[in-house]
C-alpha cells in the first residue's frame, strides 16, 4: 500500500446522524468512505459554524491535505483562504449559492472567495460543475 498524507475532511456536524439525511451528508459519507477503501488516512473533523471551522483547521499540520465541504467553507472563507495558503485545501461543492434566487451578497461573496482560493473543487455533479465554470469561480481544469 503506497503511504499517503492525510486527508482531513471538515464536514458539517451531524453529518453521520441518520436523522439528518441530506445529499450532502450522504455524498460526504460516500465519498470518505471511497477514500478510506482506497487507502486514505480521513480525518473528519465536523463542525457547526465559522468558529468552530476555524478552530478545525488551524492546527491542522503540513503533512495533509484539507477537504471541505462546500456549505462549511462559505461558512469560514477567511479560514479557508488562509489554510490554502499554507495546505493543499479541495473544496465539495454540492451546489452553487449565486445560481439560487434569494442568495444574499454576503452568502455568494463568501462562497466565490472560499471556491477561489482552493487549489482544486469536486462538482457533485455536471450542472454544479458547469455553473461554477460558467460564473467565472472555477476554471474548468480545476
Known amino acids: 500500500m503506497i503511504a499517503r498524507r492525510p486527508l482531513c475532511f471538515v464536514v458539517p456536524e ?3 446522524d441518520p436523522a439528518r439525511v ?3 451528508n ?3 459519507r460516500r465519498l470518505r468512505e471511497g477514500l478510506l477503501a482506497r487507502g486514505w488516512d480521513v480525518r473528519m ?3 457547526t459554524d465559522r468558529e468552530t471551522t476555524e478552530a478545525a483547521l488551524a492546527p491542522i499540520g503540513a503533512d495533509a491535505i484539507v477537504l471541505v465541504d462546500g456549505l ?3 461558512w469560514a472563507p477567511d479560514a479557508v483562504e488562509r489554510t490554502a495558503a499554507r495546505l493543499p485545501v479541495v473544496i465539495v461543492a454540492h451546489m452553487v449559492s ?3 434566487p434569494g442568495s444574499g451578497p454576503d452568502i455568494v461573496d463568501a462562497e466565490n472567495r472560499a471556491l477561489r482560493s482552493a487549489g482544486k473543487v469536486i462538482a457533485t455533479s455536471d450542472w454544479t460543475a458547469g455553473e461554477l465554470v460558467r460564473l467565472g ?6
Not at 469561480?137 to 480545476?142: E, K, Q
Open 137 to 142: 469561480l472555477v476554471s474548468g481544469d480545476r
Open 45 to 47: 473533523l465536523p463542525v
Open 98 to 100: 449565486a445560481a439560487f
Open 22 to 24: 441530506s445529499g450532502g
Open 26 to 28: 450522504l455524498y460526504d
Open 72 to 74: 462549511v467553507a462559505g
Open 14 to 16: 451531524g453529518v453521520d
